[in-house]
Nanobody
Framework: QVQLVESGGGLVQAGGSLRLSCAAS????????IVWFRQAPGNEREFVAS????????VYADSVKGRFTISRDNTKYSVYLQMNSLKPEDTAVYYC????????????????WGKGTLVTVSS
């Protein structure tokens, strides 16, 4: 059974940084596309960033472009989200998800989900 476990969330002041990790077990996921989503209270879950299996292609939401960086280490079955210049509007539960595909097909196409890690950015 595949498990994705996020970590690294916490409370940070605006302008600060956090690094989220997503560790996979039960299946290597090295051929999967990995996506970070987030969900703020009262909002729908939204796309943040994705990374292809070989890290050759990364895509970012406009709201995080230039501030967040997604990366992966297939030798450690892990994906990371480096978040810099954090803003209060980045406050949300962050989820990692995997799709057994080389192409991101949308939130409904994800095959595996983590339980999320809370990021709170204070002003």
């Amino acid at each position: 059974q595949v498990q994705l476990v996020e970590s690294g969330g916490g409370l940070v002041q605006a302008g600060g940084s956090l690094r989220l990790s997503c560790a996979a077990s039960g299946r290597t996921l090295i051929s999967d596309i990995i996506v970070w989503f987030r969900q703020a209270p009262g909002n729908e879950r939204e796309f943040v960033a994705s990374i292809s299996w070989n890290a050759a292609r990364t895509v970012y939401a406009d709201s995080v472009k230039g501030r967040f960086t997604i990366s992966r280490d297939n030798t450690k079955y892990s994906v990371y989200l480096q978040m810099n210049s954090l803003k209060p509007e980045d406050t949300a539960v962050y989820y990692c998800a995997a799709e057994r595909s080389s192409i991101y097909s949308g939130i409904g196409g994800m095959d595996y989900w983590g339980k999320g890690t809370l990021v709170t950015v204070s002003s």
